[in-house]
């Protein structure tokens, strides 16, 4: 596992004058089906999300209006990602744990995710996520 495995993506845009148009098919754009999606929107000023990691979930994020930061972090690498343009997604490996940041005014999240939400999959505590790597990468 390395946060080399996470990486964006450029979604297909469609022109038109009247206004543009992007897509996302399952198993064709993101590299997994699409289970559950899920976004963040009135975020106060300041305040953080995610702060944690999936055991087996796949995500990808989308900045669908606004910008945020996202901080991914491998157990021994970290790479802060800027995500500002609807057309572009942040696919987010397993065992990656992430933090979302410095989210503008109006800010949505748009997280497309390849499981059903089950609490036993995340690591919610930071020194059981480094654990975890240390035992993978034995």
Known sequence: MSILNCHQIDFPKIHDPRGNLTF???NRHIPFEIKR????????????????????LQQVLVAIAGSF???????SEKKRVTLNRPFLGLYIYPLTWRVLENFSSGSVCL????????????????????QAVRDHNK
């Open 24 to 26: 996302i098919e399952s």
């Open 37 to 56: 999606v899920y976004y963040l929107y009135d975020i106060p000023g300041g305040e953080t999300r995610a702060g944690h990691a999936h055991k087996e």
């Open 69 to 75: 930061d996202v901080l991914l972090d491998d157990g």
């Open 111 to 130: 997280s497309i995710v390849s499981e059903f939400y089950e609490e036993s999959d995340y690591f919610r505590k930071y020194d059981e996520f480094l």
